[in-house]
């Protein structure tokens, strides 16, 4: 690949007036001796260094990405979003996976930071009393004053720009469409003690069941994967606890509820409903009733608003959640809960 110095010998120029001319340099130099450089740069092929650029403008054309846990569903589809629309303003994205640990997720940031990304997007949310949350925090807010656009699509305990879900309402409306169908022992089986987005779901479906006089009950706590369902409603039916239906934290655990209650003799939705949170492609393969998070579109905004040329861009809302109603779910004997704005 040619070099800014073979440029600039091909044009008869020196390389600072080479390096001016093809960067976009406002310092003055002959239209004649601009013509040659750019014909210099043609003829032998060069591009110039994408690292170059960064290190000048401080600001490359990468997109970093931090997710929780990318063998999630979940955060695979935030990214898929993530990437498509950066694709369309030419830039490329990065994927850190940190293991839900805000150490790791501190050492990702920074090397990101090291390599100019114009934006970092963090796609999971904080756990309560996590050693290394705070510490990220303070990494966080000295990079958002530096001018790092940095965006978070969960609830975050830092200064950022933040494109959320309404967790909380999410689940307090599959919760109420799950009353609708006539039950009332519904169980919630939950995530990871302290997540953030975990403890918001839980509180809305607790605010459904209080609001229908019903008496809410919170298992699980072990994970947000199919392995944690599982184990969940194992739980349950070895306690004789099984309830008429269960809302899940998320489509993983919906999925490891369904997969151990089939293969156990049990039918869904006779024996008892499932829905989960989330929309993800793994849940509709199983016919799941869930409240459908607008992820792809999620991830979209975020990489629109890190791409945008402007000083200070618009921060967009986050889209509409919609209740996907699946063949895990009874039919419905009042009217189904609303679908709530974001």
């Not at 492609?281 to 990489?303: C, E, K, S």
Request: net charge neutral; charged share 20%; hydrophobic share 40%.
């Amino acid at each position: 690949m040619a070099t800014l110095r073979e440029v600039a010998e091909l044009a008869a120029v020196s390389v600072a007036t080479a390096s001016r001319v093809l960067n976009g340099s406002a310092h003055p130099v002959s239209s004649d001796i601009r013509a040659s450089v750019r014909t210099a740069a043609q003829t032998l092929g060069y591009t110039p260094s994408a690292a170059a650029q960064a290190l000048k403008q401080q600001r490359s054309k990468i997109i970093g990405v931090i997710a929780s846990d990318i063998l999630d569903p979940y955060f695979a589809e935030l990214t898929r979003g993530i990437e498509i629309e950066a694709a369309k303003s030419g830039y490329v994205t990065i994927l850190a996976n940190a293991n839900r640990d805000p150490e790791q997720e501190r050492t990702k940031f920074k090397v990101l930071r090291e390599h100019q990304a114009s934006g970092i997007v963090f796609c999971g949310s904080d756990i309560e009393g996590s050693p290394g949350t705070a510490e990220l925090a303070r990494e966080v807010n000295v990079a958002v004053r530096a001018g790092t656009r940095v965006v978070a699509l969960a609830p975050r305990g830092f200064d950022s720009t933040k494109i959320i879900i309404d967790n909380v309402e999410a689940s307090y409306e599959l919760t109420r469409y799950m009353l609708s169908l006539g039950q009332r022992r519904i169980t919630f089986i939950g995530g990871m003690p302290g997540l953030t987005a975990v403890e918001q779901r839980t509180e809305g479906y607790r605010r459904a069941m209080f609001e229908a006089q019903a008496r809410p009950h919170v298992v699980g706590g072990t994970g947000m994967r199919q392995e944690s369902g599982r184990a969940a409603i194992e739980r349950l039916v070895t306690e004789g606890q099984l309830p008429e239906a269960i809302v899940c934290a998320n489509d993983e655990i919906a999925v490891g509820v369904l997969a151990y209650l089939w293969t156990s003799g049990y039918k869904t939705p006779d024996d008892v409903s499932v829905a989960g949170i989330g929309g993800t492609r793994g849940g509709a393969v199983f016919g799941l009733t869930t409240m459908t998070l607008p992820l792809v579109d999620l991830g979209g905004l975020a990489a629109s608003y890190i791409a945008d040329a402007s000083s200070s861009p618009l921060v967009p809302a986050a889209p509409r959640f919609e209740l996907s109603i699946g063949s895990t779910t009874a039919k419905a004997t009042s009217v189904p809960a609303r679908t709530q704005e974001m």
